[in-house]
């Protein structure tokens, strides 16, 4: 598996090295699972273990030294999974694994919009030093995610009232990104249909 992995990652990084600053190594490592911490269905996990992260991003550094490496998750404003994360990369940089930063994916849902909590998932991970990018930042209307898995969409019109609620909650999270500009470098969107 590891074999195939530094296949893989030699031809990608290798083909892109011109144009390409910063890769997002491992992608949604950690549960959002209350009960579990790392993603037990993952083949990944299933073949290698917890050690599939560490080695992915001694790969990719090796491969290429010069460019920027990212871990990168999603609901990262749920304090559980956020100290998971934490612990997880924080014992990385313990064991001097090379990466720079975290990606912070920003599927955020306008009925649990909580911009406190976001602040606070800036302030831990810039803690341990780690360069900060928004990753697929969306802001929907419904409350949906991986802890609301059995339940139904909320479908509701996109009325002006809710219009103008989306556009007040997304200044809200861009003042935060503002306040925080020496921490996060990059803030990138995701779809227009959720």
């Not at 009960?35 to 996990?45: A, G, K, L």
């Not at 001694?58 to 920027?68: E, M, T, W």
């Amino acid at each position: 598996m590891y074999k195939r992995l530094e296949k893989y990652l030699t031809a990608v990084i290798t083909h892109f090295k011109p144009d390409v600053y910063c890769w997002d190594v491992v992608n949604e490592a950690i549960s959002g699972l209350d009960s579990e911490t790392f993603c037990t269905q993952s083949d990944w996990y299933k073949t290698c273990g917890t050690g599939f992260v560490e080695k992915a991003f001694r790969l990719a550094h090796k491969i290429n030294p010069d460019v920027k490496l990212f871990y990168n998750d999603y609901d990262m404003v749920n304090p559980v999974k956020r100290q998971k994360v934490y612990n997880m990369l924080s014992a990385l940089l313990k064991k001097g694994v090379p990466f720079n930063g975290i990606g912070i994916q920003g599927h955020w849902n306008m009925p649990d919009f909580n911009p406190s909590e976001i602040q606070k998932t800036i302030d831990l991970f810039a803690f341990l030093g780690l360069e900060i990018q928004i990753t697929e930042l969306d802001l929907s209307i419904y409350r949906h995610g991986p802890r609301l898995i059995n339940q139904t969409m909320t479908k509701q019109p996109f009325t002006t009232y809710v219009e103008n609620e989306q556009a007040e909650q997304y200044k809200q999270i861009f003042d935060i990104f503002l306040q925080n500009k020496g921490k996060i470098t990059s803030v990138t969107f995701w779809g227009v249909s959720r």
